[in-house]
């Protein structure tokens, strides 16, 4: 005689499946980040593979802006900050204003409004670092 499943028992199941996966996405989210009116992004470490850095700026009452940048293997930190600065400039420049300082870290100052948060959202590049401090 083939096994049966219990109707109540499937769908309860099929709940915790569904319940498991939803808190897995809300937890693959960036934290918010704190708000400020100018961010230091620090970079260390060498890239031991090309990929790409995906950055969100995202200003107190206005819809985020996301950066994409991409690193070659072998990028340093100054490189990798260089392109950070760049891509920002290209795809977010009405909004934000960014500088390097020190080779290795962008200043990434406000615009047009008065606070702002920064987050990396993803990153496929290995070994490259980044240090979010408010300025």
Known sequence: MPHRRHPVLHRLCATVVLSVGAL???????AMAAQSNKWRLQF????????????EIVPVGKTPVRVTVAIERNDGENRVARKVKTAIDRQAGDWVDAELDDGEDVLVKRHFFRRFSIVLVSSTVKDVRINFDQE
């Open 24 to 30: 897995l996405s809300i937890a693959a989210l960036p």
């Open 44 to 55: 260390s470490g060498a890239a031991e593979s090309a990929g790409e850095l995906v950055f």
